[in-house]
């Protein structure tokens, strides 16, 4: 048995978007307006490297359905940056707003590069000349970008810059995942992890499995990844193995997170600096209460989901388990909470950095984090509740209460 087209993560998500949508009840004109972004520009960024050489870097801004609000979502630098990861990703960041209720449709940028190899001012210039590119699609009422893989709020507060220059007028809600001294949100940097803790102690109640014997693996020790990693350990579960590019550590006993979070560096890599590693494959496959993919797409596929050992995947990364693959797994009785629901504490945590800005005041981090487990709860159980009562698997189920709102919005608008 093979999964056919399912390994690409664009036809993967039409395929569940346009299944959920059929379960609400909308027809082939629904389908075809949300199958695909509304808006996608291509950029071709040039950049005077320090060589005093100009290289010329490819870029996009997808924007899926602005019909809720402006479109939300981050950018990545990554040299495997495309347009149908870029497509798939601004889906999926509608999909976040709508289980989470945001006034937002998705959206998604990239550019191919990689910023491991370049200097801190070419990553500058690079940074700046994206949204010299952009800037006029994007802006605090239209479409808000954020952090991403490998970008960060140092590289967020040059794209604020750049285009408050461009409108001549201080505009911190252009953009989030900023500098909290330049209008960034409390608890922005760590919300992802925040909110995949959520979802773990949610989906163990539903299993029956305390936090504190819980047995967790951890793929990628990135932000998301290293962040869960501490939160796991301060809530007394047993991080087990954990992941990098280079390789994974694992100690049945539990790993002393402490010493490995002292020792990473700013890509998230520490395997390098051990002699005793194991594979991924291994690490993915090792008897836990909770696996987590935090790392990168289709990690969890038809050739190792029946090998899955684990009693509940919480994915934190974004498509890291395949359709085929998420069938394998709920037909074994695996609770999945997708990414959808179980990574969509980012976003929400932006969302409540634009509207600080809008306001001018400022939450305390309490107040975020309250705010933050009340919405990424609610979104569980509305989940869950569908799963069961639908009798469909998480992911569909998912899909499902994130498009609705789209849907409606765009039918109200008259779109269809």
Same mark, same amino acid.
């Given at each position: 048995?093979?999964?056919?087209?399912?390994?690409? !993560?664009?036809?993967?998500?039409? &395929? !569940?978007? @346009?299944?959920?949508? %059929?379960?609400?009840?909308?027809?082939?004109?629904?389908?075809?307006?949300?199958?695909?972004?509304?808006?996608?520009?291509? /950029?071709? =960024?040039?950049v005077r490297m320090d060589d005093g050489k100009t290289r010329v870097f490819v870029g996009y801004r997808a924007q899926h359905n602005d019909a809720v609000g402006p479109t939300k979502g981050g950018v990545r630098f990554h040299p495997g940056v495309n347009l149908d990861e870029v497509k798939a990703l601004? =889906?999926?960041?509608?999909?976040?707003?709508?289980?989470?209720?945001?006034?937002?449709?998705?959206?998604?940028? #990239?550019?191919?590069?990689?910023?491991?190899?370049? +200097?801190?001012?070419?990553?500058?210039?690079?940074?700046?000349?994206? !949204?010299?590119?952009?800037?006029?699609?994007?802006g605090p009422a239209k479409d808000i970008p954020a952090p991403d893989v490998m970008t960060n709020s140092q590289i967020m507060a040059w794209?604020?810059? @750049?285009?408050?220059? =461009? %409108?001549?007028?201080? *505009?911190? #809600?252009f953009i989030t995942g900023k500098p909290i001294v330049l209008g960034g949100s409390l608890g922005r940097e760590s919300a992802t992890a925040r909110g995949v803790a959520l979802m773990i102690d949610e989906a163990l109640k539903m299993k029956n499995i305390p936090l504190a014997s819980a047995r967790v693996v951890i793929q990628g020790f990135g932000n998301a990844g290293s962040y869960l990693?501490?939160?796991?350990?301060?809530?007394?579960?047993?991080?087990?193995?954990? *992941?990098?590019?280079?390789?994974?550590?694992?100690? @049945?006993?539990?790993?002393?997170? @402490?010493?490995l979070l002292d020792r990473r560096d700013s890509f998230g890599t520490v395997t390098n600096l051990f002699k005793n590693?194991? +594979?991924?494959?291994?690490?993915?496959?090792?008897?836990?209460?909770?696996?987590?993919?935090?790392?990168?797409?289709?990690? &969890?596929?038809?050739?190792?989901?029946? %090998?899955?050992?684990?009693?509940? /995947?919480?994915?934190?990364?974004? #498509?890291?388990?395949?359709?085929?693959?998420?069938?394998?797994?709920?037909?074994?009785?695996?609770?999945?909470?997708?990414? !959808?629901?179980? *990574?969509?504490? #980012?976003? &929400?945590?932006?969302?409540?950095?634009?509207?600080?800005?809008?306001?001018?005041y400022y939450w305390s981090e309490e107040e975020v984090d309250t705010k933050l487990k009340d919405m990424m709860v609610r979104g569980f159980k509305q989940v869950y509740e569908l799963h069961t009562t639908r009798k469909v698997n998480m992911r569909l189920a998912a899909y499902m209460v994130g498009v609705r709102k789209v849907a409606e919005a765009s039918r109200l608008r008259g779109w269809v």
């Open positions: 048995m093979t999964e056919t087209n399912n390994n690409d !993560v664009l036809i993967s998500t039409q &395929i !569940v978007i @346009e299944e959920a949508l %059929r379960k609400l009840g909308y027809g082939d004109d629904m389908i075809e307006l949300l199958k695909e972004p509304i808006r996608i520009l291509t /950029v071709r =960024i040039p601004s =889906i999926w960041m509608t999909l976040k707003c709508g289980i989470a209720d945001l006034p937002y449709g998705g959206g998604k940028g #990239g550019i191919i590069c990689d910023p491991r190899q370049m +200097s801190f001012y070419e990553l500058e210039r690079l940074s700046r000349g994206y !949204v010299r590119a952009i800037s006029q699609l994007v794209m604020m810059d @750049e285009y408050s220059r =461009i %409108r001549e007028f201080d *505009s911190p #809600g990693a501490k939160f796991m350990h301060e809530a007394g579960a047993k991080v087990i193995a954990i *992941s990098d590019v280079n390789g994974a550590l694992y100690n @049945e006993n539990g790993l002393d997170i @402490e010493y590693t194991i +594979s991924n494959d291994e690490l993915l496959t090792l008897d836990c209460d909770i696996l987590v993919p935090a790392a990168i797409e289709n990690q &969890i596929t038809i050739d190792n989901a029946d %090998r899955i050992r684990a009693k509940i /995947v919480v994915e934190a990364a974004n #498509g890291p388990t395949t359709l085929e693959a998420t069938r394998i797994l709920t037909d074994r009785g695996i609770l999945l909470v997708p990414d !959808v629901l179980a *990574s969509s504490g #980012g976003v &929400i945590v932006s969302y409540f950095e634009w509207v600080q800005n809008n306001q001018g």
